[in-house]
């Protein structure tokens, strides 16, 4: 099986159409801060001869084989590997920056990597197998307090609590190490009615994907630092696949593109204008055809922001200089 059998890149021309008027001159930088196997990253620079890519991935596999993907283009391209909240090292000046949140096709694909619900498998969920704690250790080591917590927080589980004291109760009597232990604990503790209303794992997996990957901590740090980092003209493309990243971005987005003007100020000073504007309406969605036909798809969200002023005081200069005044 190929690379292209088992990976078709989500929304692709959409975002193609989105960031290109940003990627027209020459030297023009587009980072890839989820790289994943390198769908997005190719048609890119497939379509536009005159761009560099960067592309981040904390997945040392994805890295390999999105390195092989694109080896023909050369030194028109960098590969690091990072977690995209270090975006901000290496996306200064950029004209084009894509996320495409979320598990990637490789992690769900590759059974072993115990992020399927539906797959038996070691009860990992790194996206970074060389580092971290696994979503077995989780399981294991957090109290019934925590275990509730985040799959009330990132799972919007309904059954949080019930969940929570069911594993403790099975960790007890054995270790719970591969997906398929956890998804049968979780199964005995739903009732049969909750049970025709979806897999009782969904979102407990989910739940575990993120804390282990701290995903959102990463992303509210991550946006903020991509938006500064791009150069005034370029632009940025989300793709958010559950509601608690999307409120991220969005939150993000409405910021950077508002008046911070106090209320009753005859002008808007220079200070105090947005930054950023908006491309999208909202959200966007992949169309009925997409959905059909590439099912991850399905729950994407996709906003869009381009930047049309500069800060006043250059973040990396504002941070030294804050230093500088902590210090003295």
């Known amino acids: 099986m190929g690379i292209r059998d088992i990976h078709t890149p989500v929304l692709l021309d959409r975002c193609v159409e989105l960031l290109a008027p940003a990627l027209q001159h020459d030297g023009a930088i587009l980072v890839d801060a989820t790289l994943g196997m390198g769908g997005h990253s190719e048609a890119f620079l497939e379509r536009l001869p005159n761009i560099r890519l960067i592309g981040l991935d904390r997945d040392t596999d994805a890295l390999r084989i999105a390195g092989e993907r694109l080896a023909r283009f050369g030194d028109r391209v960098t590969l690091v590997h990072t977690v995209y909240d270090a975006i901000g090292e290496h996306a200064d000046g950029a004209s084009g920056i894509l996320f495409d949140l979320g598990v990637s096709s490789l992690q769900l694909d590759e059974a072993d990597r115990g992020f399927a619900y539906a797959k038996d498998a070691p009860l990992d969920m790194r996206m970074d197998q060389t580092s971290g704690i696994t979503a077995a250790e989780v399981v294991a080591t957090y109290s019934e307090g925590n275990l509730r917590r985040i799959f009330e927080r990132y799972g919007e589980e309904k059954l949080a609590a019930r969940y929570a004291r069911a594993i403790l109760h099975a960790r007890e009597q054995a270790p719970l190490t591969r997906s398929g232990d956890l998804v049968d604990v979780l199964v005995a503790a739903t009732p049969a009615a909750a049970q025709r209303a979806g897999h ?129």
Do not use: C, W
């Not at 997996?205 to 990463?218: D, G, M, P, Y």
């Not at 793709?239 to 987005?253: G, N, P």
């Not at 100020?265 to 036909?293: C, D, I, N, V, Y």
């Open 200 to 328: 009782p794992a969904k979102r407990v997996f989910q739940a575990l994907r993120i804390e282990v990957n701290r995903e959102l901590s990463v992303l509210a740090d991550a946006i903020p630092a991509a938006m500064d980092a791009l150069e005034v003209g370029g632009r940025i493309v989300v793709m958010s696949y559950q509601s608690l990243e999307d409120r991220l971005v969005k939150q993000a987005f409405a910021a950077a593109s508002s008046s911070t003007a106090p209320a009753g100020l005859p002008m808007e000073l220079p200070e105090h204008a947005p930054r950023f504007r908006t491309l999208t309406k909202g959200a966007e969605q992949a169309s009925e055809a997409e959905r059909a036909t590439n099912p991850r798809a399905i729950p994407v969200r996709l906003r869009a922001a381009e930047r049309i002023r500069p800060a006043l005081t250059p973040p990396a200069e504002a941070r030294r200089r804050e230093q500088r005044s902590t210090s003295a």
